[in-house]
């Protein structure tokens, strides 16, 4: 199947600290907030999802590993995906499982995390699931690993005989699937909701968000402009 060209491509980011990382997520979500028509449910899913995994790089990779993000969004088919990567320990090192596709199997799990004192384990495990629901793409590399999940829903595993040092996670979801955080995100019997996140922090909170327009677009007068406002 023949991908659709991409209508945003932003540049690569890089963050090393948990600051920077916080400000790569922040012009993430407003490059696709200005580029593109999507409700607050796909918003979120995408910002939580992009918020774990990157932060799995500030808590896993190893101290003073940089991590790498970058986002598309393809034109034709409402598809919002982004790549995140780093040459750190990598995830089978993390989790001291000797098996690379064994250690990627439990990353994809609910809870499983090296430190539970400091750390749910609920990040790649939440985000796989948002891709799963939304049928979107899901993609864990780590050495030798290979974790994927297949157009019908089903997660595959490859031996890789080069090495990815480091872990490489592509993720993306459909934003014409509804419900995706209700669905997705589901914690034991609790269901987990998000009530502070991009649009609330630089909007203010409440039923009401004030925009300042002037500060958003340069101009009003393009269709495309016009057509990113909801």
């Not at 203010?204 to 007068?221: L, N, P």
Request: charged share 25%; net charge negative; aromatic share 8%.
């Amino acid at each position: 199947m023949k991908e659709s060209r991409s209508e945003i491509h932003t540049r690569l980011e890089t963050f090393k600290n948990a600051d920077e990382q916080t400000t790569v997520v922040d012009k993430l979500v407003s490059v696709l907030l200005n580029s593109m028509k999507i409700d607050r449910d796909h918003l979120n899913a995408i910002e939580w999802s992009l918020n774990e995994i990157t932060d799995n790089v500030i808590n896993h990779a190893g101290e003073g590993v940089a991590g790498y993000v970058q986002s598309l969004k393809y034109s034709n088919n409402n598809v919002v995906e982004f790549i995140v990567a780093d040459c750190g320990i990598g995830i089978p090192k993390s989790l001291g499982i000797a098996d690379d596709n064994e250690a990627l199997e439990k990353s994809i799990q609910q809870g499983v995390t090296r430190n539970k004192q400091t750390n749910q384990g609920n990040g790649l495990y939440g985000s796989f699931n948002i891709a799963r629901v939304a049928k979107g793409q899901f993609n864990i590399q780590s050495y030798h690993g290979n974790l994927f999940l297949t157009d019908g829903g089903v997660v595959r595993y490859r031996t890789e005989q080069v090495p990815f040092h480091g872990t490489f996670v592509r993720w993306s979801i459909n934003c014409k699937e509804p419900d995706v955080i209700k669905r997705a995100l589901q914690f034991g019997d609790r269901q987990h909701e998000i009530t502070f996140g991009y649009l609330e922090k630089t909007y203010g909170e409440g039923s009401e968000i004030a925009v300042v327009m002037t500060r958003e677009f340069r101009s009003f007068r393009s269709r495309d402009a016009g057509n990113c406002i909801q």
